[in-house]
């Protein structure tokens, strides 16, 4: 029989009105002939909820505690959501991630999946089981104890099942119907797409498009797994609803630009006048990854006399930091530089789109259609797919809406 994964986040399965509206679209699946695993959320805020205690009851807390804490969450929903389908006259039963077992390693609070076997969930469903309902977020550590996957890691449980299981598909249930082509709180007219590609999902996933977890279109992307994403309050779930994050091969016609991305709080920081020698670069961002510091784009200027400016960019929380680390390393003699000059509002605002691999001229259009707005670029970086620039924070917004209208992404589809 073929087998389908449904995910459910946790706006899907907040109360017990939402969970009975999941479950009837697990039973249509199943009817449809599908085996069907689910994989499900903590109803919202409860994770929040549960971290907090355990941040209240301890400061430095015990990290296997905090996942005996806070993998609870989805037990809870996972039992519900049986319940609610067997009162449906459905056939399913409940499994936590150690019954299963979801093996991971024992890195607790940011574990990652080592091996899902198949065959408890396979000997069920050959004995007449038709849903399998498992606690997303959660594992049992190589250490015999309960596990998490890092937060939004419910997303990666369900690609991970969708691969082990060779599933058809994996839909993964949400509040918003799909994938847009930017944020329709800035951009009114934003589009749902029908249709995009791992590598553009990815770079919209970490550019603060907040849909899926990062680390569960990577894995969908080297396992091949089709990943829907769609609404649990439409009553669609045909396949005309949501969008499909597919193999760049299964899209036909590939528009140049996408999507638009934005981050908001970003961070620019120049060393000026550092020695520009052999190995400089490691001695800069050394400390700097020392520390812990997401560094993000990074640009060396042109060198003058053997000594250059160098410019990066982080989130801006963490630039005090940075300037410490910085400041120490000066300090301690391992770089020398004249001054250290950090910008705490810009934002990065970047186009996202697999077609820019043959086409040129898209980033002269994206310059272009940002200088009839008077907005000044900062900083530019580029990828094969990707082109981002820095702005200032205030024209983060106009930003945003000038390149929506210059790439013609109201049409987009
Ligand atoms: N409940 C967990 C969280 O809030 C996992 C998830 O929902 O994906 O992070
Ligand atoms: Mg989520």
């Known amino acids: 029989m073929p087998r389908l994964v449904m995910k459910f986040g946790g706006t899907s399965v907040a109360d017990l009105e939402r969970i009975t509206n999941a479950a009837k679209k697990v039973k249509q699946e199943a009817e449809q002939g599908f085996e069907v695993i689910v994989i499900v959320s903590a109803m919202s805020g409860k994770t929040n909820e549960l971290v907090g205690w355990v941040d209240q009851t301890s400061t430095f807390y015990d990290a296997r505690e905090y996942d005996a804490v806070v993998s609870s969450g989805e037990n809870i929903t996972a039992g519900l959501m049986a319940l609610t389908l067997q009162e449906m006259g459905v056939m399913a039963r409940s499994w936590q991630g150690w019954q299963v077992p979801l093996k991971t390693t024992s890195a607790h609070g940011a574990a990652r999946i080592e091996e899902i076997p198949t065959h408890n969930l396979d000997e069920k469903f050959g004995e007449g089981m038709q849903v399998a309902v498992v606690a997303g977020f959660q594992g049992i550590g190589a250490d015999g104890r309960i596990t998490t996957l890092g937060r939004g890691g419910s997303d990666t449980t369900a690609v991970a099942f969708a691969a082990a299981f060779e599933a058809e598909r994996c839909d993964i249930y949400t509040d918003v119907d799909g994938i847009y082509t930017t944020d329709p709180r800035i951009v009114a007219e934003a589009s749902k797409l ?207 809406r000038a390149l929506h209208d210059e790439f013609e992404l109201e049409h987009a589809a």
Do not use: W
């Not at 259009?365 to 094969?384: D, H, P, W, Y």
């Open 194 to 400: 029908s249709k995009i590609s791992y590598e553009e999902m990815l770079e919209l996933a970490s550019l603060g498009a907040k849909v899926l977890q990062t680390r569960s279109v990577e894995l969908a992307m080297r396992y091949h797994v089709t990943l829907r994403v769609l609404s649990s309050f439409e009553d669609d779930i045909s396949m005309a609803a949501g969008t499909l994050v597919c193999d760049e091969e299964e899209i036909m016609e590939n528009n140049v630009v996408n999507g638009v991305a934005y981050s908001r709080d970003e961070a620019k920081m120049t060393l000026v006048s550092v020695a520009d020698r052999p190995g400089i670069a490691a001695a800069i961002f050394g400390p700097l990854s020392e520390a812990g510091i997401n560094v993000d784009m990074i640009v060396q200027n042109i060198s003058e006399e053997g000594r250059t400016d160098m410019t990066f960019s982080c989130p801006t929380d963490q630039v005090a930091r940075a300037e410490k680390a910085l400041n120490g390393a000066k300090d301690s003699g391992e770089i020398n530089f004249h001054g250290l000059v950090s910008d705490k509002y810009v934002s990065k605002v970047s186009v996202v789109g697999i077609g820019m691999r043959s086409h040129v001229g898209v980033a002269k259009q994206m310059f272009e259609a940002l200088s009839r707005e008077g907005v000044n670029i900062k900083v530019i970086t580029t990828s094969e797919i990707k082109i981002s620039v820095l702005v200032d924070r205030k024209y983060m917004e106009l930003a945003v």
